[in-house]
């Protein structure tokens, strides 16, 4: 999915085994070509996608190997029409002409660019913006939504301090991602902790809660309580994204090392009655297929020992780890802040580390409390009210515009970095 | 003379009741507990250990970053969490060994001078059970080709006492097999909660804590409908796709025809596929399919795209996860012509072979049974029904494949080392290795 406004359909050509379909974008003339059995799959017409759900009902096995097109028309001056050849007994396939555009899979050669944004300061959005009369006010949370998918860190002020107020704020966007914390948790001093992060110690940078296949999304945290006698405590952050295209530019051959031998995580908890046992393997970096990072893993509190790796891997993994770990602690590459009591710091887990460093209360204390959302219904709802504010005033709700709003929501194209190919 | 129960091959729309009773005994092993050193070598730049494990004699060879990173004493793992507190940037990038000591039962590793690295510590346990160079090669799962059955009073008796035992039967056939159904449980509303909490708490979803799988008016999926549905595994549009599914048949009434569910190992689909071709295996693992979920006109409205490829690979080529879901897929974007003529000659042929695999089983679930099987393993279909006016009412949820496996390694840990005192994190278990489908590279 992606925004491709600038792309004019001009012609297409049946070529019979591929179909070719000529377009313009800022003046320039380029040419989409179309694989049949891509076309064949991705028929939009009631034959092979359920009409309220959009799921899809082709029975993959009627579909022969050898496909041609027997002719492509335009109908109606949005629709392209595809007819197969007879031994194949398909139906026609019917694609609007903005889905073509839009979907195209070589829009790799034209626009595609999978983005994220970074920044040197960091945004503040107001609490009491989102509600006008008591009615929410989605221009003011778009924005705030908008920011934290494309920059992954922001701060809104003025979140009253009270217990449990943060699932005001959180379940705006979505149900809570429930984890083996529990909804929410309280970030103090506890006697016995269960996490380093509930005592008075420095913390090194690291996700949270790495050892599951799909950590948690986006992280909330409330300062409830941080007194001005409390010393130390600043909340410190480092753009995984950033520091992992750094190492690739100063050291690519050890950025590969990162992207093929898998660190290994885990997790030992014993609370309230249950006891969990997390185990799991995977790169620090991730890649896709086009060699972008999608990924960044990073733990070093939970790390357990590298398993199945010959003496040789060993031996590449910590020289590019060792060095790695180098760039994470540059200080320019960090971003320290003290919270302040009202504010909550919200910002993706997967893409930014974060870390703390200790403190000493004596007399004040320092209380935050915590949640999650789960990163892909994150995602949708920024999508989804995306969608909503840019179509506010369309009167038109039938199929075809709608298919063609969703198409053109830009925020498909943000790198969340929850390991999509994308 | 004995004879073979064969299995039909399966015809989609024909009605066939298959009751199969498993008589699968759970061999335990052993552990070893015979641990002799021969003989300790330090190299300097790596220390090479001589054992002999329940008598057999294997040698070790561990680096000396990884001895580093792996020291267990208070100086490196924090006593309570057992979080590890090692500042890596004091670490240096040349480390050499000075001398290694037995001491009790842990090796004293003591660092050059120059280093400047405290003394490292680690239970020779730990060293056999977590050597790195250990490759993983048996096999990590066995292929689901029969249903076996769990009574829901054995799991845990009408006063809500647990028989831990049996759930870590229960939990240990989900591992391996991946597929189980669990009969008696009372056909109320909602009490299908109570059996996926013995593993862990519900994962949610957009479908909620619990969905109802029945014909709706207006569906907002395929499934709430009376038609067929073909093999796939739920919600592969989110990056950890629900682990456990559960589907529990509250009313099946006997005048519906048809409405069977079916399932297949995904696991062992993959692995013949690859048997036979493996070019096209290749281009599955390497050429992302795009899964959706766009969908306004719902109360809670939906827009997911997630892109993955079908099949994923760890570094050793071996498979970690399958994602098959025909139904959830959208357009494939970013790819050369070459790239997607690759992929669909792949993908075509692959769906062939998930319809003509011969080891599917097809159940009709009665009232008051579940069915509970890995969805990131075990591909789910149902065959069409005509309703005849009867109801056909299934309550359904899932559970985190994580939490999932860690209950089961958790329960294996407590059968086997209950009254010994030992770290999970240095003994080996066998559950471990089992592949559960969720990328984990291991």
């Known amino acids: 999915m992606s925004a491709s406004e600038s792309l004019n359909f001009i012609n297409l050509t049946n070529k019979v085994d591929h179909l070719e379909v000529l377009v313009s974008q800022n003046q320039t003339e380029k040419v989409l070509e179309f694989e049949p059995h891509w076309l064949r799959f991705n028929c939009q017409s009631d034959k092979s996608r359920e009409p309220s759900t959009g799921e899809r009902t082709i029975t993959i096995n009627n579909v022969p190997k050898d496909l041609k097109i027997k002719c492509a028309m335009i109908e109606n001056d949005e629709l392209i029409r595809i007819v197969w050849n007879d031994l194949s007994n398909q139906s026609d396939s019917l694609i609007p002409i903005e889905f073509l555009l839009n979907n195209s899979p070589s829009l790799s050669d034209i626009d595609f660019n999978k983005h994220y944004l970074t920044s040197n300061k960091i945004f503040y959005f107001d609490y009491n913006s989102f509600f006008t009369s008591q009615i929410r006010n989605d221009d003011k949370i778009f924005d705030w939504l908008k920011s934290l998918a494309e920059y992954g860190l922001c701060i809104v002020k003025n979140v009253p301090t009270k217990e449990n107020m943060l699932r005001n704020l959180v379940e705006m966007i979505a149900p809570l991602h429930r984890t083996i914390y529990g909804e929410m948790f309280d970030v103090r001093i506890d006697v016995n902790p269960l996490n380093l992060a509930f005592s008075a110690s420095p913390l090194e940078f690291h996700n949270d809660l790495i050892y599951y296949e799909s950590p948690p999304g986006i992280q909330f945290l409330h300062c409830l309580k941080f007194d001005e006698s409390v010393v130390g405590g600043e909340t410190l952050f480092v753009d995984g994204f950033q520091i992992a295209e750094k190492f690739r530019q100063q050291h690519p051959k050890l950025f590969d090392v990162l992207t093929k031998i898998p660190a290994s995580f885990q997790k030992t908890h014993d609370y309230q009655g249950r006891k969990i046992f997390i185990q799991y393997s995977k790169p620090h970096i991730v890649v896709n297929h086009r060699q972008k990072i999608i990924g960044v893993n990073w733990a070093p509190a939970n790390e357990g020992p590298l398993r199945n790796c010959t003496k040789e891997e060993i031996k590449a993994y910590y020289e590019a780890y060792l060095e790695f770990n180098k760039l994470v602690y540059d200080k320019s590459n960090i971003t320290a802040i003290r919270l302040n009591p009202g504010e909550v710091v919200c910002f993706n887990n997967r893409r930014f580390i974060h870390s703390r460093n200790g403190f000493k209360q004596a007399k004040g204390s320092r209380h935050f409390q915590g949640c999650y959302l789960t990163m892909e219904e994150f995602k949708s709802e920024v999508l989804a009210l995306e969608y909503k504010v840019n179509n506010r005033n369309n009167e038109q709700n039938d199929e075809i515009n709608q298919a063609y709003d969703i198409c053109r929501l830009k925020l498909w194209n943000v790198n969340v970095a929850n390991n999509d190919y994308y | ?442």
Request: proline share 5%.
């Open chain 2, 1 to 442: 003379m004995f004879k073979k129960l064969i299995l039909n091959p399966i015809s989609k729309n024909i009605f066939q009741k298959k009751e199969i009773f498993s008589k699968l005994n759970f061999p335990i092993k052993t552990y070893h507990n015979q641990v002799k050193i021969i003989n300790i070598e330090n190299k300097r730049t790596s220390l090479e250990l001589f054992v002999s494990v329940d008598k057999e004699e294997k040698l070790l060879c561990f680096d000396p970053h990884w001895l580093r990173f792996n020291c267990q004493s208070e100086n490196s793992r924090q006593i309570g969490t057992g979080q590890r507190i090692i500042p890596i940037q004091n670490v240096p990038k040349v480390l050499l060994i000075d001398s290694v000591k037995k001491k009790d039962d842990s090796l004293v590793i003591k660092w050059d001078v120059d280093s400047n690295q405290p003394d490292t510590i680690i239970p020779i346990e730990f060293l056999i059970n977590n050597n790195p160079s250990e490759l993983v090669n048996d096999d990590r799962y066995i292929p689901c080709e029969e249903i076996k059955y769990f009574e829901y009073f054995e799991l845990v008796d009408s006063n809500g006492n647990r028989n831990e035992t049996k759930i870590f039967e229960w939990l240990r056939h989900m591992m391996l097999y991946g597929l189980t159904i669990v009969k008696n449980l009372p056909t109320e509303k909602d009490m299908i909660k109570n059996l996926a909490e013995l593993i862990s708490p519900i994962q949610s979803t957009i479908y909620d804590q619990l969905f109802d799988v029945k014909v709706d008016q207006n569906p907002i999926n395929i499934a709430y409908s009376s038609v067929g549905l073909e093999f796939h595994m739920d919600l592969m549009y989110y990056e950890s796709a629900p682990g456990i599914q559960f589907l529990h048949c509250l009313k099946f009434d006997p005048e519906i025809v048809g409405g069977e569910s079916i399932f297949a190992d995904a696991f062992h689909i993959a692995e013949l596929f690859r048997q036979k071709y493996p070019d096209l295996f290749s281009t599955l693992t390497k050429i992302p399919a795009t899964f959706q979920k766009i969908h306004i006109d719902r109360k809670r409205p939906v827009y997911m795209v997630y892109q993955r490829p079908h099949i994923a690979l760890n570094h050793r080529g071996k498979i970690v996860a399958v994602n098959w879901a025909p139904p959830f897929e959208g357009p494939l974007t970013n790819l050369s012509p070459k790239e997607t003529k690759l992929y669909y000659r792949a993908y075509v042929e692959f769906a062939k072979f998930v319809y003509s695999y011969n080891k599917t089983i097809v159940y009709r679930l009665n009232p008051g049974e579940a069915a509970c099987f890995n969805n990131r393993r075990i591909l789910h279909a149902r065959n069409s029904f005509i309703p005849n006016s009867g109801i056909r009412h299934f309550q359904g949820c899932y559970v985190n494949i994580d939490e999932f496996k860690s209950e089961a390694l958790v329960k294996e840990f407590q059968m086997k080392y209950a009254n010994a005192s030992k770290n999970v994190n240095h003994i080996k278990l066998d559950l471990r290795k089992t592949i559960v489908g969720n990328q984990d590279y291991y």
